[in-house]
C-alpha cells in the first residue's frame, strides 16, 4: 500500500514563500509521475503542478508559472513544490497525488491513483 504525506503548509504573507513536501513509502517511488493538487473552501480540486518519474520534465498550472517550482529527489522518495511571491488567491489545501501512467494528462484527477491527506496553505493579504 501507498502512503504519502504532504508537510509544510503554513500562514504566509502575499509575496512571501513556502515550500511544501510530500514524503512516499511502499514500493518504487521512482517509478511514478507525482502531482501536485489544490482545492479551496466551495472549489472543485485543481492541478499546480506535475513532475515525471525521472523528474526531467514538468508541467504547470498557468496561474502558478514562474512562480512554483516542482521536483523531486528519489533517494529520499519525496517531491516538493517551492511556492514563491505567494498570493490570496493560492490559498487552499495542497494534495500530492502519484500515477502509474506514462503518458498521462497530468491536469486531471482521475489519472493519479493515490492521494495524501494534504496540507494547508493560507496566504493573507
Known amino acids: 500500500q501507498v502512503q504519502l504525506v504532504e508537510s509544510g503548509g503554513g500562514l504566509v504573507q502575499a509575496g512571501g514563500s513556502l515550500r511544501l513536501s510530500c514524503a512516499a513509502s511502499g514500493r518504487a517511488f521512482s517509478a511514478y509521475a507525482m502531482g501536485w493538487f489544490r482545492q479551496a473552501p466551495g472549489k472543485e480540486r485543481e492541478f499546480v503542478a506535475g513532475?515525471?518519474?525521472?523528474?526531467?520534465?514538468?508541467y504547470y498550472t498557468n496561474s502558478v508559472k514562474g512562480r512554483f517550482t516542482i521536483s523531486r529527489d528519489n533517494a529520499k522518495n519525496t517531491v516538493y513544490l517551492q511556492m514563491n511571491s505567494l498570493k490570496a488567491e493560492d490559498t487552499a489545501v495542497y494534495y500530492c497525488?502519484?500515477?502509474?501512467?506514462?503518458?498521462?494528462?497530468?491536469?486531471?484527477?482521475?489519472?493519479?491513483?493515490?492521494w495524501g491527506q494534504g496540507t494547508q496553505v493560507t496566504v493573507s493579504s
Open positions: 497525488a502519484r500515477s502509474k501512467a506514462r503518458n498521462l494528462d497530468y491536469r486531471r484527477p482521475y489519472e493519479y491513483d493515490y
Open positions: 513532475v515525471s518519474w525521472s523528474g526531467g520534465d514538468t
